[in-house]
């Protein structure tokens, strides 16, 4: 299996300010068929499921707002929220899918400061 | 809108299987990927596997010899089951819709429903 491993596990951040969340995986997760990596990313908010936010590392879902964005290759991934907003508040999770399983990194609590 | 919802017992005993459905509401379960993730209280997320309307699947390799899903296309429903419960098997089970060409791109998702696993 591969494993998943964010950082932090918990991070309050300023109103306005820039969060970073990482993201590391136990092995490569580039898919050499398109050249892309196998890596999603989801928020949860207390009380509701996940949402997709960010698959291929870097395409944002439809509806997802620009200050969300993905970046990284190989093993090392970042989920960056530009400007914190009182709504981001939640659990973003990063998810493999490299293959034909799929493993999640334990979370991340994202916090106002 | 489509919609899923997950139904099921909320309390299973050791040892027992559970059975969870999943009916998805304002659409065709034809021709999409169908997820099982579950949560435990306070933990994260674990893919448990999925079923494509025709009805392959794949299942995690830590819960493979426990899991069989399937689906009804005439109820428009996707089940899990889930045998030789234990404690560690309490969790919130979501179900969820994957793409039609992909199942990771998990877009749609359940309420979710708990499952305590105690005698």
């Known amino acids: 299996d591969i494993v998943m491993t964010q950082s932090p596990d918990s991070l309050a951040v300023s109103l306005g300010e820039r969060a970073t969340i990482n993201c590391k995986s136990s092995?490569?997760?580039?898919?050499?068929?398109?050249?892309?990596?196998?890596l999603a990313w989801y928020q949860q908010k207390p009380g509701q499921p996940p949402k997709l936010l960010i698959y291929w590392a870097s395409t944002r879902e439809s509806g997802v707002p620009d200050r969300f964005s993905g970046s990284g290759s190989g093993t090392d991934f970042t989920l960056t929220i530009s400007s914190l907003q009182a709504e981001d508040v939640a659990v973003y999770y990063c998810?493999?899918?490299?293959?034909?399983?799929?493993?999640f990194g334990q979370g991340t609590k994202l916090e106002i400061k | 809108q489509v919609q899923l919802q997950e139904s099921g017992p909320g309390l299973v005993k050791p040892s027992e299987t559970l059975s969870l459905t999943c009916t998805v509401s304002?659409?065709?379960?034809?021709?999409?990927?169908w997820s099982w993730i579950r949560q435990p209280p306070g933990g994260g997320l674990e893919w448990i596997g999925y079923i494509y309307y025709s009805g392959s699947t794949i299942y995690n390799p830590s819960l493979k010899s426990r899991v069989t899903m399937s689906v009804d296309m005439s109820k428009n429903q996707f089940s899990l089951s889930l045998s030789s419960m234990t404690a560690a098997d309490t969790a919130v089970y979501y179900c969820?819709?994957?793409?039609?060409?992909?199942?990771?791109?998990?877009?749609?998702w359940g309420r979710g429903t708990l499952v305590s696993v105690s005698s």
């Open positions: 092995q490569s997760v580039l898919y050499s068929a398109n050249n892309k990596n196998s």
């Open positions: 998810q493999q899918y490299y293959g034909y399983s799929s493993t």
């Open positions: 304002g659409g065709s379960i034809s021709n999409y990927y």
């Open positions: 969820a819709r994957g793409g039609t060409a992909t199942y990771w791109n998990l877009g749609l």
